[in-house]
C-alpha cells in the first residue's frame, strides 16, 4: 500500500517495479519498515504502478476509491487495478500480505476495486510466494506457481463488503448525513424533502446509481460502520445505540443474518477459521 516513491528502502519500493516478476508478494506487520507497516494508521489518497491483493489477519481495512467504500474483515483481500487512487484506513492490524502484479498480469482481473475471499490454497500459495520476494527472475516451477495463485484470484468469489457512493449531488448530501449521523431515524420521504427531491425520484436515483434500494445502502453503511467499531474494541452495546438500533438484540440481529456470527465473535471466528 505504498503511495510515494521517496522515503523508501529500495527493497520495500515493489508497488512501484516496472522490472522483475510479474506477482511479487510481501509479508507485513506493525515493526515492517516502510510503507507496509501495518497497526493502525491511515494511508493518504495515493495509487499504484501495479495492481495489487492485500489481506489482513486481525483488524481491519477501511479502502476508500472514486467508485465507493470496501471494507476488508481478516481473511478477506482487497483488489486495487493499477493506477486506481485510493485512501486506506487501517484498525489494530497486526499482521497481513500483499500481492503486486505488473499490468501485464492484471488483463484478466476485475476492472474495478472489490472484495475477494480467500481460501486455504491461495493463502499456501502466498506464504510459497512471500519467499520470492528478493529474486528478480522467477523459476520455471515458481512461475506455475505464480499462474496458479493468479487463476485462484481470479476465479475468488466476491465478497459483498462494498458501500458504494452515488455521484448525484443531492443523493451525496444525504449519504455524506447519514454517515456522520448514522443513528438519525429520518426516513426516505423525510430526507427527500430535505434534499429537495421526491421521494420517488430518491428511491430511483438511489437504485439507478448504487444497485442497492435506499434502505439497503443505509444497512450497508450502518454495518460498515459496525465493523470499524468492533475492529475499535467498542462494545456491542455502544455501537447498537450509536447506529440507531432500539436495542443491542436487534442490532445483533442484523448483524448475524448479514454475517452468519454475531459481532462479539466475529473477529475471533475468523482468526480461528485460518
Known amino acids: 500500500m505504498s503511495a510515494k516513491r521517496h522515503h523508501r528502502p529500495l527493497e520495500e519500493d515493489f508497488s512501484e517495479r516496472v522490472d522483475g516478476p510479474a506477482l511479487i508478494a510481501v509479508r507485513g506487520d506493525e515493526q515492517t519498515a516502510g510503507d507496509f507497516r501495518l497497526g493502525t494508521r491511515e494511508i493518504d489518497w495515493h495509487q499504484h504502478l501495479r495492481g495489487q491483493v492485500f489481506c489482513v489477519e486481525s ?25 486506481e487512487t485510493h485512501k486506506v484506513s487501517i484498525s489494530g492490524v497486526l499482521s497481513g500480505w500483499s500481492v503486486l502484479l505488473a499490468p501485464r498480469a492484471c488483463r484478466a482481473l476485475p476492472r474495478r476495486p472489490c472484495v475477494i475471499a480467500v481460501n486455504g490454497l491461495m493463502h499456501a500459495l502466498i506464504e510459497r510466494a512471500v519467499s520470492w520476494t528478493a529474486q528478480t527472475q522467477l523459476s520455471t516451477a515458481q512461475q506455475r506457481i505464480a499462474a496458479v495463485l493468479l487463476e485462484e484470484i481470479r476465479q475468488a468469489p466476491r465478497e459483498p463488503l462494498h458501500l458504494p457512493m452515488p455521484a448525484d449531488r443531492r ?9 456522520r449521523q448514522p443513528h438519525d431515524p429520518r426516513t426516505l420521504e423525510q430526507w427527500a424533502r430535505w434534499a ?21 445502502w ?4 450502518r454495518l460498515t460502520l459496525a465493523l470499524e467499531k468492533l475492529a475499535q474494541g467498542m462494545p456491542v452495546a455502544n455501537i447498537a445505540d450509536a447506529l440507531g438500533y432500539a436495542t443491542p438484540s436487534n442490532f445483533i440481529a442484523m448483524f448475524r443474518r448479514s454475517f452468519g456470527s454475531p459481532p462479539a465473535r466475529y473477529f475471533a471466528s475468523r482468526d480461528r477459521a485460518r
Open 59 to 83: 483488524g481491519l481495512l477501511h479502502v476508500r476509491t472514486a467508485h465507493g467504500s470496501w471494507l476488508l474483515p481478516p481473511h478477506r483481500a482487497g483488489w486495487i487495478p493499477p493506477g
Open 171 to 179: 443523493l451525496l448530501r444525504i449519504v455524506r448525513a447519514i454517515l
Open 196 to 216: 429537495g427531491l421526491s421521494s420517488r425520484s430518491l428511491s430511483r436515483l438511489f437504485q439507478a446509481e448504487t444497485a442497492l434500494s435506499f434502505a439497503q
Open 218 to 221: 443505509r444497512q450497508q453503511a
